[in-house]
């Protein structure tokens, strides 16, 4: 970390679920930096806030861990911010969150904090629950034992922010109040003479003349330096000289790993018997809800009623929200429009900036209930008891067992869901599940759907039960290559280091509200300024490819024949003749603007990549088609209402577009839309991945553009490959 | 002795050692699953393939495949 010398720095660190990030953004008040780790794409947010008297602090959210031993490069982060190996500097004050009902394993990582010399201030959390646990924690006693600053607080609830934020400033001005002077250490001989003599290896760098500091990273090199590490920038004395103790410990018989975990546990349960009191016989209620809520049969009936109402708000409570937001912004295009008056500005104020604005602005409905429906899980100590029922399944194609939420939510639409893999601590999980996710069948697919299965039979037909079975289908093959996907990855690209499941199965409590609308809002606030102003850009990027080059010529020409057929109309004597008029005026007002897509740069761009999506069966209105959809799957429609003629006010059930597109033909003469065609193109448009929004919300998520990149690659090579498959293969077996 | 995943629900038991890789023993010693520590398992779910345990006052599930890498000795 790059710290300037005059602003003292703070990490936050601490256990998975222990309310790390919670009491960043309190101390933050949420105004984070997001960035990257150096040399590493791991999320880091940095934060800057004002202490007490005026001192500026910079602080920085640590990734959550179990231990500071670390076997990849991602693990090896942990070390790196709290010890402050280079890059980084040592922070001034690492605050540990630890959860108060899980206190013995949460102190092993406080215990090394300490080992390191880092002055630490232990954010005791959660103490609400621990009536529910059946303990009291005796604060005072354990910062005694410890011999640091120990602060109760319950952080979701803002209490103890303030003690937390004094014991903080108490340790910059004393950093020997956050060092108890005493550590733990090793007392066996031979586990002293590994440790002195791999301290050896160590470079100056990394020790700093600190005897203390060498020792504890002495034996966090002899617990992290194993054949197959994934760690960077270890100097190759101290792996030999880790690698020559380790196995000559092991041929006399000695488990290093034990007796230095061993070791640390020891003195907690020592030291613990003076702090934690049992009172009652823990967890009564949680017991009893659990016998319900885990049940073999009922548990899972009660899970799946409780997604399906999940589900049923996206897809369809979200809906007249969404419509609302989508005549809201109608209304102001127009309003806009009418007072400046028609122009090429107008068109992009409207089409191009207020349209953009719309189009990331319509997932907010979405957004908000996903996030209040998982605050809801994760507040109630649900969440833990999703990831147990699901384990099995989930993990069956490499995925977690709290996957199941963002993946059922990619239904609905993937921007949520992607935002919703944040509910998994690993990183690794978290891309398997975003690679995924977006060949679920969202909300999107519908319309294309339902357009080209109406394709199938002529216009004047029904599709009827066979529209139900292929939509049917669509579904059941967008969940199985979904699933297909997440396997291949998890067994190459993403293939994880096999990390046993631990899963902490907290008491249940009732929710705080107010700390749930504070995380919807924050997280749609965030959604809006990251992801939002990448969808904007793109939005502005379509307009251009769709509007221009300009032909003056037609346009000119379009416009003659407008005036005449106005004059016409002014002229009509009848009602009759005047709507007459007014049908040929729409025709025309149809045909212009097909005309000008045709003309535009998606039009040439439809064109150009005509041979690419030949043998697919496409031709290059449906190219024009693919390359407009990318700004929403949904969007192919109305482009194919303005490329056929008939406007873009269209909707899969209108009759004049199932006519257009029922007599198109190529060139030659032959149909372009024969079913094997509508089959493909659906193929198509279930795999490719044509959402520019899906595209930002991952780079937002992943922190740079190389996942968004290869899902876009891999997502539209898959397409292709299956298109061809199903045209080719169906034209062999004799279909058209 | 036996293996925890073998144990039935209520059942208490004492942690005698971890079989399999290293990185897999470390990582649950690590949580806290050491030799010595009393186990009570406290409920099996089959569908899930998981395991709750009540260990050092906490609950935790395990999976089945970890679980049976555990030795015990019931009490």
Redesign the interface.
Known sequence: MSTSPEIPSVVIAGNPNTGKSTVFNQLTGGRARIGNYPGITVERSIGKTRLPGGRMVQVLDSPGTYSLVARSAEEQLAIEALAGLPPMDPPDVAVITVDATQLSRNLYLVLQAIELGVPVVVALNMTDALEESGQTVDAPALARALGVPVVPMVARQGRGLADLVSAIVGVLEDPTSGRPGWRWRPREPALCADMSAVAEGLPESWHRDDPDRRQALALWALLSVEPGHELRGLPPDLEHLVTERRSAARESGRDLDREIIQGRYRWIDEHLSDVVRDHKHPTELTDRVDRVLLHPALGFILFLGLMTLVFQALFTWADPLIGMIENVVGWIGSRVGAAIGPGLLTDFIVNGVIEGVGAFVVFLPQILMLFFFIGLMEDTGYMARVAVLMDRLMRSVGLHGRAFVPMLSGYACAVPAIMATRTMERRRDRLLTMMALPLMTCSARLPVYGLLIAAIVPPWQKAGFTQGLLMAGMYLFGTVMALIVAWVLSRTLLRASYVPLVIEMPPYRLPHWPSIVRTVLRRGGDFMKTAGTIILVCSMAMWVLLSFPKDHGLENQFATQLQELEQQKARAATDEAKSEVEGRIAKLEASMAAASTRHSYAGRLGHAIEPVIEPLGFDWKIGVGIISAFAAREVFVSTMGVVFGVGEDVNEESRDLREKIWSDTWPDGRRVFTPLVCLSLMVFFALACQCMSTLAVVRRETGGWVWPALMFVYMSVLAWVASLLVYQGGRLLGFT | MTTLDTLSEGTQATLLGIEG????????????L???TTLKL??R??????I?L?V????????HG?AARLLVSPI
């Open positions: 890789l290293p990185a897999l023993r470390r990582r649950l010693m690590e949580m806290g050491l030799p010595g406290i409920r779910m089959s569908l899930g393939g998981v709750e009540e050092r006052r906490s609950r935790v599930s395990i999976r970890e």
